[in-house]
């Protein structure tokens, strides 16, 4: 009896701990060297414009059930970041992201989280927790939009970050936690001028 009340207590935990909400014990592990509940990896792969393949297509549902299609953002850059709520690193990550999406808001470059685990309220509160502004897709139950990449350069590791040009071409991908905002920050800007 005392055995199944602690995997119990265990469960009640670790479904705490990958809501989302105010406890944020796996972004604070991974700061401090702990690699629970993700993928290593830190890799920045940029394309030559002459070397980047068809534009990426699809499509799917956000966490509020609205449509999004990555054609939505033709003549846009679009950052599109995947993750869950339960990624250390992609809680890490987080605030850099935003401060980026805020930076361009209507100035060239869009974001677009893809939530590859979590169901609507739990990315819902993610959000909330970190103040993220931009819509993420659900891509748990039909895997769509990780297909749709995996043609050109495919996601290894989360979290994985892409930027695709204002074309919707792969331009970049960043394996692993974006590590220093300035390094999106650049991509991202020099994306925006790119044919300008």
Do not use: H
């Not at 265990?10 to 989302?20: D, K, N």
């Not at 250390?88 to 401060?99: F, V």
């Not at 996601?155 to 930027?163: E, G, H, L, N």
């Amino acid at each position: 009896m005392r055995r199944r009340t602690l995997t119990v207590a265990a469960s009640l935990i670790v479904m705490v701990a990958l809501s989302g909400c105010s406890n944020d014990a796996l972004a604070e592990d991974y700061l401090n060297g702990g690699n629970s509940n993700y993928i290593t990896g830190q890799d920045i792969l940029e394309v030559p414009a002459a070397d980047r393949g068809a534009p990426i297509v699809f499509e799917g549902e956000t966490d509020e059930g609205n449509t999004l299609a990555r054609s939505d953002y033709d003549g846009s850059v679009l950052v599109v970041n995947f993750w869950y709520a339960g990624c250390a690193p992609c809680r890490a990550e987080a605030p850099d992201l935003e401060a980026i999406a805020q930076k361009y808001d209507g100035n060239g470059a869009s974001f677009v989280g893809v939530n590859i685990y979590d169901g609507a309220e739990t990315s819902l509160a993610f959000a909330r927790n970190f103040d993220i502004s931009y819509p993420s897709l659900l891509d748990a139950k039909q895997g769509t939009v990780r297909l749709s990449f995996a043609g050109a350069i495919p996601p290894q590791a989360v979290p994985t970050t892409f930027v695709l040009d204002k074309e919707g071409r792969v331009a970049a991908r960043i394996l692993g936690q974006v590590q220093a905002r300035s390094i999106l920050d650049t991509i991202v800007r020099d994306l925006v001028a790119e044919g300008s």
